[in-house]
T-cell receptor
């Protein structure tokens, strides 16, 4: 079945550092999504990508839809304490189903 | 707030009891999804509706689980004869037509004792 490989699994960084995480897939997706989830809450949509090669920013967040449509990355610049949480990538397939990565847990050292 | 709303936020029940959760999607969204999430994992798809029609069900959705969306607006997810393995966060999401992102509610945390 379809799988998304998301890495890294977790990141320990200093406040102010830039963060980069990525997802790769064995299948092509037409839409890539990045979500953030904090404890006890549902995933919150950060960025949606619809076209191969598309580069989209949302404040300090930047995400790109890979040219092959099989990968995507998310960068966070100048991290701040409220960036902590679990970041999930997800690909939306042609059956309108979301295929999820396993998540990247971001921990910021004070 | 016009986001996806779920009720209750938390539910503690004894094994063998039935529970029902409710989801109110974003009003103009015709697709509604149910997911289950356990600690440290991503959400797992359970089922989805387009308007009132239930179009797909995961193999995770055993015969103890039933979901309805009778008027194409809110949806309910019922679990009968709950088991300890049903303990999880149950998430609802909605989206408009097309390849549009899903918007999630804050979930119902179920604990089966």
């Amino acid at each position: 079945g379809q799988q998304l490989n998301q890495s890294p699994q977790s990141m320990f960084i200093q406040e102010g550092e830039d963060v980069s995480m990525n997802c790769t897939s064995s299948s092509i997706f037409n839409t890539w999504l990045w979500y953030k989830q904090e404890p006890g809450e549902g995933p919150v949509l950060l960025i949606a990508l619809y076209k191969a090669g598309e580069l989209t920013s949302n404040g300090r967040l930047t995400a790109q839809f890979g040219i092959t449509r099989k990968d995507s990355f998310l960068n966070i610049s100048a991290s701040i304490p409220s960036d902590v949480g679990i970041y999930f990538c997800a690909g939306l397939d042609s059956n309108y189903q979301l295929i999820w990565g396993a998540g990247t847990k971001l921990i910021i050292k004070p | 707030d016009t986001g996806v709303s779920q009720d209750p936020r938390h539910k503690i029940t004894k094994r063998g009891q039935n529970v029902t959760f409710r989801c109110d999607p974003i009003s103009e969204h015709n697709r509604l999804y149910w997911y289950r999430q356990t600690l440290g994992q991503g959400p797992e798809f359970l089922t989805y509706f387009q308007n009132e029609a239930q179009l797909e069900k995961s193999r995770l959705l055993s015969d103890r689980f039933s979901a309805e969306r009778p008027k194409g607006s809110f949806s309910t997810l019922e679990i009968q004869r709950t088991e300890q393995g049903d303990s999880a966060m149950y998430l609802c999401a909605s989206s408009p037509a097309g390849l549009a992102p899903l918007h999630f509610g804050n979930g119902t945390r179920l604990t089966v004792t």
